[in-house]
């Protein structure tokens, strides 16, 4: 389920915004079968978005997005890698082509969850020759810029047709999906929920700023 879950974090919203001055900071409650062994266990992810830099981090990783390229530093084993974009373009190649036929339904359900009022949208895909099921609540007045979140990740994207697909029907609602509950075969296979959307003045140096003493993955 790795690869579905890294899907998940994927859509978390639209793609792309042409300019903006402010940085943000996100937290989101992940709750997935993260280690294959049937469980689906709760963990936190805290993101920080700027102009040219996102950083994603949990109790096990640390994750950059710059202008250039993608870091990731496992916090388990102090081992990281880096990679452009050109170097990934096969990667989220193989990625875009286990999703297809996306589709996006808005219902008539209102819910507030958390300080955000929320509309309810239904999404259905075909997930690595699964069909997968998407609960999708959808705020639209959160403060936050709706089509912020994955400006970087557009980068890695952009050749993967599928991925683009339903990053841009999740951005044409206007909104940011605050929460989302997946299944497959009726079963949940994932639930995610932004708990706090926070503006900043800047990102602290602490955190724009590789940790050190890790030691290169090998290819």
């Given at each position: 389920?790795?690869?579905?879950?890294?899907?998940?974090?994927?859509?978390?919203?639209?793609a792309?915004?042409?300019?903006?001055?402010?940085?943000?900071?996100?937290?989101?409650?992940?709750?997935?079968?993260?280690?294959?062994?049937?469980?689906?266990?709760?963990?936190?992810?805290?993101?920080?978005?700027?102009?040219?830099?996102?950083?994603?981090?949990?109790e096990?990783?640390?994750?950059?997005?710059?202008?250039?390229?993608?870091?990731?530093?496992?916090?388990?084993d102090?081992?990281?890698f880096?990679?452009?974009?050109?170097?990934?373009?096969?990667?989220?190649t193989?990625?875009?082509?286990?999703?297809?036929?996306?589709?996006?339904?808005?219902?008539?359900?209102?819910?507030?969850?958390?300080?955000?009022?929320?509309?309810?949208?239904?999404?259905?895909a075909?997930?690595?020759?699964?069909?997968?099921?998407?609960?999708?609540?959808?705020?639209?007045?959160?403060?936050?810029?709706?089509?912020?979140?994955?400006?970087?990740?557009?980068?890695?994207?952009?050749?993967?047709?599928?991925?683009?697909?339903?990053?841009?029907?999740?951005?044409?609602?206007?909104?940011?999906?605050?929460?989302?509950?997946?299944?497959?075969?009726?079963?949940?296979?994932?639930?995610k929920?932004?708990?706090?959307?926070?503006?900043?003045?800047?990102?602290?140096?602490?955190?724009t700023?590789?940790?050190?003493?890790?030691?290169?993955?090998?290819?």
């Open positions: 389920m790795r690869f579905i879950v890294k899907i998940q974090i994927l859509i978390m919203a639209a792309f915004s042409l300019a903006f001055s402010k940085d943000y900071y996100i937290k989101q409650m992940l709750v997935a079968d993260a280690d294959d062994d049937g469980r689906l266990d709760t963990t936190f992810q805290e993101t920080y978005i700027s102009d040219k830099l996102v950083v994603m981090m949990d096990m990783s640390l994750s950059y997005l710059d202008e250039e390229s993608f870091s990731f530093y496992n916090n388990i102090s081992s990281y880096r990679r452009t974009f050109k170097e990934l373009e096969e990667l989220m193989s990625s875009d082509s286990q999703i297809k036929d996306f589709k996006l339904t808005r219902t008539e359900e209102k819910k507030k969850i958390g300080q955000w009022q929320t509309e309810k949208y239904t999404a259905k075909v997930i690595m020759g699964m069909d997968m099921d998407l609960d999708m609540y959808i705020a639209k007045n959160t403060g936050f810029p709706s089509d912020l979140i994955i400006r970087q990740q557009g980068k890695m994207n952009q050749n993967s047709k599928n991925i683009k697909d339903m990053m841009d029907k999740i951005k044409n609602t206007g909104g940011i999906v605050i929460k989302e509950i997946a299944m497959i075969g009726g079963t949940q296979v994932s639930e929920e932004i708990v706090s959307i926070k503006e900043l003045e800047k990102l602290d140096k602490k955190i700023d590789r940790p050190k003493g890790y030691k290169l993955m090998e290819q």
